[in-house]
C-alpha cells in the first residue's frame, strides 16, 4: 500500500559493518519515522510523528543552524559573506536539517557528506567545496560549545583547485583599462595595485585611513591589522581625489559603491576595454607580484598583504606570477655567481 506523504525527510548512513541504511524522519517536527515506506507500520509511524509537538533544544541540524544565524561567530561576518552563507544554510537545512545531531557525532556521517558533495560537484566542484565548507563551519560552532564532539566535515578534501598563478594583470591590461574607465575606477585600480587589498576591505575604507603617507586598516577577512605606505603614485591619486563622501572610494554620483553595483561596473569596463581571464579579485595577486618583480622579501610582502610570515610563504606560490623580471633577475644573478667563481 502506497502513500503520498509530505514532509517526509530521508538521510542513508553508513553503519559501523560496513553496511548503509536509511532513517526516516518527519521534516517539520523533527521525529523520527519507523518501519519500511508502504507499510502500516511507516504510516501509523508517520501519523505519530506528523501530529507530535516538535522537540525544544538543539536536537537536529534545522536548530543548530538557527542557532549559528543568531550567533555573535554568524553577525561578525562581512555582509557578503552572510548573504553566501545563508544560501548554503537554506540548502542545508532543507537536506539535512531534520538529520539529529547525535547522528552527525557518528564518524559515519563522513560517507554521507561525501557522496552529497559530490552529487553537488556533477554541476560545480566550487560550489560543492563550498556547501562542505559552510557546514564544516556549523559544526564546528557546535563542537566549541559542546553540542558535538567532532566535526566530521573537517578532513574532507576539497575537489576544485583554483590556480590563478597566471591570472595577472599585464601592463597592457592597466593601460587599456585606465583608458576607459571612470576617475573612480581608475582610482580603486591603483588603490588595489599599490595596497594588494582585497575589494570589499578596500570599497569600505574611509578617508581617515590615509594620513598623507600610509593607509591603515583591519582586513575583514582575517582581522589582521595592516599598514601600507603609500607610493608616490598612490599618494597623489588621493591627494587630488574629490572628499565627496566618508568613504574613499564612490560611485559617480558621489555615493558608496555596493559590492554588486561596483562588481557590475568593474566588468562592464573591463570588457569595454577588452581585457579577458582577469578579475579584480587577481589585482591583489598582481600586486604581490609586483612587489615580489621588486626585489622584495617574503617579510616585506607580508606587511603589506597582511598575511602572517607562515601563511605567507604558502600563499606566494599560488599568487605569484612566474614573470619575465623574476626570470632575468634569476639569470643575472646565476651570471654573477659565475663570474665571481
Not at 581617515?208 to 601600507?228: E, H, M, N, P, W
Request: hydrophobic share 40%; with cysteine.
Amino acid at each position: 500500500m502506497r502513500h503520498n506523504l509530505e514532509h517526509v525527510h530521508a538521510v542513508r548512513a553508513r553503519l559501523a559493518d560496513g553496511s548503509v541504511t536509511t532513517y526516516y524522519y518527519h521534516r517539520r517536527t523533527r521525529k523520527r519515522i519507523h518501519g519500511i515506506p508502504g507499510t502500516a507500520e511507516f504510516l501509523a509511524s508517520y501519523v505519530e510523528a506528523a501530529t507530535s509537538e516538535r522537540p525544544h533544544g538543539n536536537q537536529t541540524l534545522g536548530d543548530l543552524i538557527r542557532r549559528y544565524r543568531q550567533s555573535r561567530d554568524f553577525a561578525a561576518k562581512a555582509q557578503r559573506t552572510r548573504r553566501d552563507y545563508d544560501e548554503q544554510l537554506a540548502l542545508l537545512d532543507d537536506i539535512w536539517g531534520a538529520m539529529p545531531l547525535d547522528v552527525l557525532d557518528d564518524r559515519s556521517v563522513r560517507k554521507g557528506i561525501k557522496d552529497e558533495r559530490d552529487r553537488i560537484a556533477e554541476r560545480s566542484a566550487r560550489r560543492a567545496d563550498y556547501f562542505v565548507t559552510v557546514l564544516s563551519i556549523v559544526l564546528s560552532y557546535a563542537v566549541d560549545d559542546g553540542t558535538l564532539r567532532e566535526n566530521h566535515a573537517k578532513a574532507i578534501r576539497k575537489l576544485y583547485r583554483a590556480d590563478r598563478a597566471n591570472k595577472i594583470w599585464s601592463d597592457a591590461d592597466i593601460a587599456a583599462f585606465q583608458a576607459v574607465a571612470s576617475p573612480e575606477l581608475r582610482l580603486a585600480l591603483r588603490l588595489a595595485l599599490d595596497t594588494g587589498q582585497r575589494q570589499g576591505d578596500l570599497l569600505r575604507l574611509p578617508w581617515s585611513a590615509f594620513d598623507g603617507g600610509a593607509i591603515s586598516l583591519r582586513q575583514s577577512k582575517t582581522g589582521a591589522d595592516v599598514t601600507v605606505p603609500s607610493t608616490a603614485e598612490l599618494r597623489a591619486a588621493l591627494e587630488t581625489a574629490p572628499r565627496r563622501s566618508i568613504l574613499i572610494l564612490t560611485n559617480s554620483r558621489g555615493k558608496p559603491w555596493t559590492s554588486d553595483g561596483f562588481r557590475t561596473t568593474w566588468h562592464k569596463t573591463a570588457r569595454a576595454a577588452g581585457i579577458h581571464g582577469v578579475a579584480f579579485n587577481d589585482l591583489r595577486g598582481t600586486a604581490v607580484t609586483r612587489l615580489a618583480d621588486a626585489g622584495c622579501t617574503v617579510p616585506e610582502i607580508a606587511t603589506i598583504t597582511g598575511h602572517t610570515l607562515k601563511s605567507a610563504t604558502a600563499i606566494l606560490e599560488a599568487y605569484m606570477s612566474r614573470t619575465r623580471t623574476q626570470a632575468t633577475s634569476a639569470i643575472e644573478k646565476l651570471d654573477t655567481h659565475r663570474r665571481k667563481r
